[in-house]
């Protein structure tokens, strides 16, 4: 742990006000060294702050357990930090440790600019970007050359056998010089660390399969092989996502001719099966005021339902409606029944809690104008409601989802390959080449990927427009979360086994690259369980996964995984943070290991299922039957936990540093177990109309004439905050009926609505009685303006390698404590009140400021 690391751990502790770094030192040895003369009293005093449940003037045995408890939640864990003053001494200390701080960084950046100037990261992203535009690189025999060359020095790198001092130097050296480019801006310096990860994980995994499988045993052989087959899965899918991801395209909105009768009519499907007319509603709506010509515009409601509501709705909103007598093939069939009934050039897809923007068309037309040969363009999908992950851990906001990654980044680099994948809506797809495809792919449950496949086969292109231009509904619930991963899964599965991307004719080395990279992402399955399994094999049962001494397992693994996590930081920390994969693919490995196996074997199995969307929760539960494999899985890793401390016990002296890393490896893997806990708990969701943040200027009405300015908040479907320009003194009492008016697009619209609650300059009202008209003007406003989702990135911080590690650390120990409390209050603890007083005895507390 580092200095600062130490440092604000005592401010945690209360040792100090503040972390300055000359008291830290003297801090640990307060903790480390006891005065003989009062002994654990005056030790046990100065330290009360840090253990506020440990009386240390009479301890007891149960303090044997409280203090570690407490050290391990001080370690991971960031509380408040404590209040308590600090004496004048400390204070000139601080001040004189700071300009001595100050005077070594003057110094040093002297020296750098007197010697190393050409290591200054500016200097070096001029000189990369120099080279990199240099017109020799146009000459594909120089461009060969040097792909041969660099080919041949990284053999040399991964083949070359070191013995434990130079494998240590040469991870050193190289991390120092990652380090230094990673200050460095610019795309040439992440392809290098991409290339410097590639390197040392490729290193690591010649030196398993070449040095560490023992066949002493056939057990020792076949778990050793086991494990590697699951790190050569994972070093594949890490090539294949750096080649992937590589260089996204960015591509550029395509302009409209500026003579709208040029412009081309479009059919727009809303494919709807069972889900509530609340939820159907705002998409109709929006759609139908898309910025297109009306008489080029037709907007169809697909529903495989036939519910009669729906179709008076569509009656009187001047939407179509369209049924089909035989319901075969579920989502797919439905749109294919569609394209025989309709005739538009273009046909948009939107499930139907995508509510689409008003400029959704203009962003995504002009590329088909200008090339005959696009037959596909996708936009992102964007959630305005939480996930079960951002729910359950009270993230939602704060940090990129699970699906950021994808049409975040994937989809960018996806489109440099010409590789963009349809998924299922918020897409524009030409009719013509889609007939020639034969329609929307029907043979297996992911008709999207399967179709856009089908598309490239033929030759034809696709765009995808970074641009997010509409907005839906997450999953409701961790269950159904799983469900739809469970389709994708196997859909993926099935088109890997019947329609192989990288066999048959029409693609390109890269589209079969991004292809296979997404069939093989949901084939993670059985690797993430052996990976949590793994340790058990060495603490339990004495196999043998990693034939070697401790040191070289460490300077092995330890370079592969930190370059790893490096060069993924910067390649994707704006759309995913480090170690997060992980946790995904905890929570579904279980899930969707069998159904992929079985869709391998037996490609055509498995029935399209729909996603519960717009549903609530009226209390917390925990999910027990989707956490039981979680609850196995941690069951066997604090086993192997317990089985290794016995090792560094009572086994031989050499083995202590391999059961060390093994119970490393297993309290990891315990503490993922214990976000997927954490996941599984389903917090309280009662509303049906989730609420989306803005800051827009807005004016409130109220019955005696008088109006008020104000800025909106957060809005729904059903309502509205609004902060005042200054507080109301009256007009805003109980129920009151008020209007709020709204400006877009040079007008202004109004919508009368109650107040639902005020408080100072705050005000909540809701909307209970509008029309269908005004609801669709309040749509515009809202949903449908297109910058509504412009800042959706600005409120989401990047987080380094370390702090997103320690989030994990701490949601980890916030699962497994939540359990802790559940088991005891489920096994009738709680019945007995001196029993749940003890045990509450030994949970962790904030620390205290002691004054002396």
């Known amino acids: 742990m580092s200095r600062a690391r130490w440092a604000a751990w005592a401010v945690r502790c209360g040792l100090l006000h503040r972390a300055d770094r000359p008291a830290v030192g003297l801090a640990l040895l307060s903790l480390l060294f006891v005065t003989p003369d009062n002994g654990w009293e005056a030790w046990g005093r100065r330290q009360k702050g840090c253990f506020p449940h440990v009386d240390f003037s009479h301890p007891g045995p149960a303090d044997a357990l409280r203090i570690p408890l407490q050290l391990l939640w001080l370690a991971l864990v960031r509380p408040p930090s404590a209040r308590g003053g ?86 050193a050296a190289l991390l120092l010089i990652a380090l230094w480019v990673n200050r460095v801006p610019g795309q040439a310096c992440t392809l290098m660390l991409m290339v410097f990860s590639m390197v040392m994980s490729t290193r690591y995994i ?15 052989l076949a778990f050793g092989l086991m494990l590697l087959a699951a790190e050569i ?115 948009a897809v939107f499930d139907c809690d995508h509510i689409p923007t008003r400029s959704f068309l203009r962003s995504t037309m002009g590329g088909f104008l200008s090339d005959g040969k696009l037959a596909l363009v996708q936009t992102p999908h964007h959630f305005f409601s939480a996930d079960p992950f951002e729910r359950n851990l009270e993230t939602h906001g704060k940090m990129p989802n699970e699906g950021e990654l994808f049409y975040g980044r994937v989809q960018d680099g996806n489109d440099l390959w010409n590789a963009t994948f349809f998924c299922g809506s918020c897409a524009v797809l030409r009719r013509s080449h889609l007939v020639e495809a034969g329609g929307i792919a029907v043979d297996t449950v992911t008709e999207d990927a399967h179709t856009s496949l089908r598309l490239h086969r033929l030759g034809y292109r696709s765009a995808y427009i970074n641009v997010v231009q509409a907005a839906g509904l997450a999953t409701e619930s961790l269950s159904a979360h799983i469900g739809q991963r469970i389709r994708w899964a196997r859909g993926m599965a099935q088109i890997f086994r019947s329609d192989n991307p990288v066999l048959g004719k029409g693609l390109t080395l890269p589209q079969r690259f991004c292809y296979l990279n997404a069939m093989l992402h ?51 920390g704006r759309f995913r943070r480090s170690f997060w994969g992980e946790v995904y693919e905890t929570v579904l490995a279980w899930y969707i290991v069998i159904p992929t196996t079985a869709a391998l074997l037996f490609p055509g199995l498995g029935t399209f299922n729909v996603t519960a969307k717009g549903g609530v929760m009226d209390e917390d539960f925990v999910d027990w039957r989707i956490a039981k494999p979680y609850l196995v899985l941690l069951g066997f890793n604090l086993l192997g936990i317990g089985f290794g401390a016995w090792r560094m016990a009572a086994g031989p002296h050499f083995e202590m540093g391999t059961a060390v890393i093994n119970m490393l490896w297993a309290g990891y893997n315990a503490m993922l177990l214990g976000v997927a806990l954490a996941v599984a708990r389903e917090l309280r969701q009662v509303r049906a109309a989730h609420r989306v943040r803005a800051s827009r200027q807005a004016a409130l009405h109220l019955p005696d004439g008088r109006v008020h300015r104000c800025r909106m908040l957060d809005y729904s479907e059903g309502g509205m905050a609004l902060q005042l320009a200054r507080e109301p003194r009256s007009g805003m009492d109980g129920d009151a009926e008020l209007t709020v008016s709204l400006r877009q697009d040079g007008r202004s619209y109004a919508f009368p609505c109650r107040m639902a609650f005020s408080s100072g300059d705050r005000v909540s009202v809701r909307f209970p009685d509008l029309t269908l008209a005004q609801r669709s003007e309040l749509m515009q406003c809202t949903f449908g303006r297109p910058d509504a989702w412009a800042e959706r990135e600005t409120r989401k911080r990047e987080r380094n390698p370390l702090g997103s590690a320690l989030d994990i650390f701490h949601l980890g120990w916030l699962g497994l404590k939540g359990l802790w409390l559940l088991a005891a209050s489920s096994l009738g603890i709680g019945r007995r009140p001196a029993s749940v007083l003890w045990l509450l005895s030994l949970l962790p507390r904030q620390p205290i400021s002691i004054r002396d």
């Not at 701080?101 to 990261?121: D, E, G, K």
């Not at 001029?126 to 080919?151: K, T």
């Not at 939407?319 to 075969?328: C, D, E, L």
């Open 86 to 171: 600090v004496s004048t001494a400390w204070r000139e200390l601080r001040r004189r440790a700071a300009r001595a701080r100050s005077a070594l960084r003057a110094h040093r950046a002297r020296l750098a600019a007197r010697h190393l100037a050409w290591l200054v990261p500016e200097r070096l992203n001029r000189a990369s970007a120099r080279v990199a535009g240099n017109a020799a690189w146009q000459s594909a025999a120089l461009r060969y050359a040097c792909g041969l060359v660099a080919m041949a020095l990284v053999a040399v790198c991964v083949t070359t056998p070191f013995d434990d001092a130079s494998q240590a130097l040469f991870f």
């Open 206 to 220: 010649w030196w398993r399969a070449t040095s560490t499988i023992n066949d002493d045993t056939w057990l020792n």
């Open 233 to 347: 899965f994972a070093w594949i899918v890490l090539s294949l996502g750096f080649f992937q991801s590589s260089w996204a395209l960015k591509r550029r909105v395509a302009p409209l001719p500026d003579d709208r009768a040029l412009w081309p009519a479009v059919d727009v499907f809303i494919p709807i099966y069972n889900e509530p007319l609340r939820v159907l509603r705002p998409t109709v709506m929006s759609a139908l005021e898309m910025d297109w010509p009306p008489d080029k515009l037709r907007v169809h409601i697909l529903d495989d339902g036939c519910r009669e509501e729906v179709r008076e709705f569509a009656a009187g909103i001047g939407a179509g409606y369209i049924t089909r007598p035989v319901h075969k093939h579920a989502k797919a069939g439905n749109i294919n029944h569609a394209l025989t009934v309709t005739s538009a050039g273009f046909i």
């Open 522 to 572: 949901f084939l993670n399955g059985a690797p993430r369980l052996i990976f949590l399994t793994a340790p058990m094999v060495f603490l339990i049962f004495h196999v043998y996964t990693i034939y070697a001494q401790a040191l070289s397992i460490v300077l092995y693994v330890v370079p592969h995984m930190a370059f790893s996590v490096l060069a993924n930081s910067r390649l994707n």
